[in-house]
């Protein structure tokens, strides 16, 4: 039988559930539909997801569509559980993402389709509650191509006209196919389904069962089946425990056949298979053997982790979510921390994103978690499973540390018959990057046997930042040099050299502390409003009313989870009621108060013992200590910067002038250096609208005394030139303008050639520099495309960008280092702008102004022009004149000539 993996997601209380029960409901496995309010879902079957409405654990159901059987996989939509849904992504075929048509795409929404598109999952979409009043279809659809893909078509009448021709503009292939043909047959519409070019959408009411019919006969017809090897893999995504205490390792068969009494392992360890189970809701089948595409629990192997490979499907898959906040597990009295630990451990087993610790120094548990709703989900599992009560403190923040500059780190450890030196260069990452090694030395430097083992060394332990103490990210870490001794270097050697390595990188570099951030979105009262916006000004959060509906403001933005995670309690307060918050989270961003978190926390990194980011060195028969900031005095091997010099000379401390510049990352950028990164545009190709909004404020440790920082003459205060610059949001201004938007209508290319004469006219009068962007983000796989008109920069977005994007992008980027104008009628993009610090003009403004400065000139013209007559006597010499005037006193003449008087 042919076999489908299929995963539901949603934001949180878009119907994810009710689709779920429709589905087992319509294909015959339930007799019953189930709903949330009346606490019998059948996939929510534990008492505290009934009692709070909410998927807490992701659920398996099996039922048939015609002659596929379709494994479906239930997943959380709260955002405190998302690791749990992430983990259900390892193992899908495809996916359903639920978007309420009350509410269209949300926070959550988005984080979701990102994950889905990190995963590579095939995605079909239900747009739900269309029953209820104010859903719009047609909005619904624009909403969802414009924040998801352009790939989304509405898959309500497949076989009409307008469908083919949609499907057709999803890609320039079928656009090509469909002109020659006039039709887009079956195969070629799964095929774009499977590669992610194309997401069928279907609308409907899944309470009322309307529509759902439709999606499970589409996601028959357009899904296509895998095929699997014959050799046995297995990718394990949860663990659990049944009611006696079993440990079940939830695995789906990615290759050959599973048998009961198999000896399955990673390649590091093998157990025996005792029992293999197929769930259904909270009930189970038990089956000797299954098939590859089968997603069952399996008795028996007691060293699984989620995320690892068996058999042929080798490897793990690391989760992109990460907890963001921890908490201090609060023991009731008697209860022995010891007995406690290993229990707890336990739940770390089944879900590894629950990170238990013990911290010794303070002698206390330490949990990191997602989110509050977490710790009561924790709190009732540790008291039905192991009979304890616990509590939770407030909770605190996870920071984490990444590094402004590129540096080299060099460890060295050389007690007395031991030997090993080991030299890092540490760059820092985009954001989210999270950490990246790679070598980059040679076998005759380094044998490799070394390379490896220094490479695992660098990924067995999470390496602390220097600033607070917590976790380090975005950055790439590269081996470059390193020297082992022929006999007295042993493994130990290099684990000691290579933290050691790390850390003196650290030390040097300057380091930025990272704090987490949600995405939200904010539904307040019209009237209340205002208040709000203030209360995320003061949360350091930046944010924008999208739109103004029957009397309710829709906000969008981002804070700092710090200050916004008890927000909820405040808003029920202040709005009665009424409000409502979504937030999901964006990631990690430099900290808006780095300053007063690091003097809180009070970590010393030269009092770290377990840390140390000194190196030991050896003379005279014993080893000696060598503090951070003294070791490259004492290093064996050459700095890695004195090698990849390409010829420049060297500086005194060694880095050549060509090696700095292509490896010391320079703070701030020139105003000549602009033209190449427009032509590259590097700042213009990077996240999302809300990515500009980000605050940033660096600590960095090395600024006050960074010897590239010109101090001020004495007496006088430090002045900064800025150059100006205005940018043009081109197809606002030709449509603001009565006389461009007429010619627009005949001839587009000619609205924005006249367009951009008058800007080549009005940067030759002001002498500022000035960008037209042009928006091309509807125009399938196109690149972006930048050139020069007249000295005028002209900038035709890429494909899914706005123009309100890019310049938003460049003013959020170089406001602290140019006057930037923005030429726009937009409403919403004018206070964006001037949130950023920026200056905002409006189409009419910019009119008024280049007529006003055209004038001024023709003006300034006309007053140099000499309004004297020219006469012919002015152009004769003086004996000319003579003799003319001798010839009219002899009568031969006039006695007179045009000019002045003789």
């Known amino acids: 039988m042919k076999k489908l993996v299929i995963g539901i997601l949603a934001h949180v209380d878009a119907g994810k559930t009710t689709l779920s029960e429709s589905l087992l409901y319509l294909s015959g496995r339930t007799r019953k539909l189930g709903r949330v309010d009346r606490k019998d879902a059948y996939l929510d079957n534990y008492e505290l997801e009934r009692a709070r409405g909410i998927t807490i654990f992701s659920k398996q159901a099996v039922f048939d569509i015609g002659d596929v059987q379709v494994t479906l996989l239930d997943t959380p939509g709260h955002v405190d559980f998302s690791t749990e849904m992430e983990r259900t992504l390892q193992v899908l075929d495809y996916a359903v993402l639920v ?483 979504f937030c999901s989270l964006k990631g990690y961003e430099p900290c808006h108060n780095a300053e007063e978190v690091i003097e809180m926390i009070g970590y010393d990194p030269e009092r770290d013992v377990e840390n140390p980011s000194g190196s030991v060195f050896c003379a005279n028969g014993s080893g000696f200590f060598v503090s951070w900031d003294r070791v490259k005095d004492y290093m064996h091997v050459e700095s890695y910067f004195k090698k990849v010099s390409p010829g420049g000379e060297m500086n005194e401390d060694g880095a050549g002038d060509g090696d700095r510049a292509s490896i010391i990352q320079e703070k701030w950028l020139a105003a000549d250096e602009v033209d190449r990164i427009l032509t590259q545009s590097s700042f213009a190709n990077q996240g999302k609208r809300s990515s500009w909004k980000k605050r940033r404020n660096i600590y960095d440790r090395r600024s006050a005394d960074d010897p590239r920082k010109e101090a001020p003459a004495s007496g006088q205060e430090e002045k900064e030139e800025r150059e100006e610059y205005l940018l043009v949001d081109g197809y606002n201004i030709i449509f603001a303008w009565p006389e461009l938007k007429e010619m627009a209508q005949d001839n587009m290319d000619s609205a924005r050639t006249r367009l951009l004469d008058l800007l080549g006219k009005y940067r030759g009068m002001r002498k500022c520099r000035v960008i037209a962007v042009f928006d091309a983000y509807r125009v399938q796989r196109r690149n972006e495309d930048v050139f020069d008109y007249d000295d005028v920069h002209v900038v035709f977005t890429k494909e899914a960008q706005t123009a309100d994007e890019y310049i938003e992008k460049f003013a959020h980027d170089n406001r602290k280092r140019y006057d930037i104008t923005v030429a726009t009628s937009d409403n919403l993009q004018q206070v964006i702008i001037l949130g950023a610090g920026c200056s905002v003009m409006s189409a009419g403004d910019l009119k008024k102004e280049i007529e006003s400065l055209d004038e001024s000139i023709s003006k300034a013209l006309q007053d140099r022009q000499v309004r004297a007559r020219n006469y012919v006597g002015d152009l004769l010499s003086d004996e000319v004149k003579e003799r003319m005037k001798e010839g009219a006193d002899s009568g031969t003449g006039s006695g007179t000539i045009p000019g002045r008087n003789l």
């Open 99 to 581: 978007i309420s048509g009350a509410d269209g795409v949300q926070g959550h929404t988005r984080t979701l389709w990102h994950l889905l598109d990190a995963y590579r999952i095939p995605v079909f979409l239900f747009i739900n509650k269309m029953d209820q009043d104010g859903t719009d279809r047609e909005r619904l659809m624009d909403g969802i191509k414009k924040q998801l893909s352009h790939g989304c078509v509405d898959f309500g009448q497949v076989h009409g006209r307008d469908f083919m021709e949609q499907v057709a503009m999803c890609d320039e292939e079928l656009l090509s196919a469909y002109l020659e043909t006039g039709r887009i047959d079956g195969a070629q519409i799964r095929e774009y389904i499977r590669k992610r070019r194309l997401f069928p959408c279907y609308f409907g009411a899944a309470l009322r069962l309307e529509g759902v019919d439709a999606l499970m006969q589409g996601l028959v017809e357009y899904s296509v089946i895998p095929s699997y090897p014959d050799k046995f893999g297995a990718r394990v995504f949860k663990i659990s425990r049944d009611e006696q205490g079993n440990r079940l390792s939830h695995i789906k068969v990615t290759g050959g056949t599973l048998k009961v009494r198999d000896v399955v392992g990673n390649g590091t360890w093998e157990e025996k298979v005792n029992q293999i189970r197929i769930y259904s809701g909270s009930k189970f089948e038990a089956v000797n053997n299954a098939e590859a595409g089968t997603v069952c629990a399996v008795a028996g192997l007691t060293q699984t982790r989620p995320g690892e490979g068996l058999g042929a499907d080798e490897g793990i898959i690391v989760p992109v979510l990460e907890p963001v906040l921890s908490y201090r597990i609060i023991l009731p009295d008697g209860c022995d921390p010891g007995e406690m630990l290993p229990k707890l451990r336990q739940l770390e087993d089944e879900d590894p994103a629950l990170r238990i610790s013990w911290d010794e120094q303070l002698r206390e548990i330490q949990a990191k978690i997602m989110g509050e709703v977490q710790t009561e989900v924790l709190q009732s599992v540790i008291k039905d499973r192991f009979g304890t009560d616990v509590s939770f403190d407030a909770g605190r923040i996870i920071y984490k540390e990444t590094i402004a500059d590129t540096v080299e780190g060099v460890g060295h450890f050389e007690p007395l018959r031991h030997y090993a030196e080991v030299h890092l260069l540490l760059e820092p990452g985009e954001r989210g990057s999270g950490l990246q090694f790679a070598v980059d030395c040679s076998d005759d430097i380094l044998a490799g046997n070394w390379k490896n083992l220094i490479l695992t060394h660098l990924k067995e332990k999470e390496h602390k930042g220097v600033l607070t103490g917590y976790p380090i990210t975005d950055m790439k870490i590269t081996l470059v040099s390193g020297r082992a001794h022929i006999s007295h270097t042993s493994g130990g050697d290099f684990r000691e050299a290579t933290y050691r390595a790390v850390r003196q990188g650290l030390m040097e570099a300057g380091s930025v502390l990272l704090e987490p951030y949600y995405s939200f979105r904010l539904e307040v009262p019209e009237k209340l409003a205002g208040h709000a916006l203030a209360d995320i000004d003061k949360m350091r959060g930046t944010c924008a009313i999208s739109r103004i509906e029957n009397g309710t403001a829709y906000i969008e933005g981002e804070a700092p989870v710090a200050t916004m995670k008890n927000y909820q309690k405040e808003l029920t307060a202040y709005t009665r009621g009424m409000g409502k918050i």
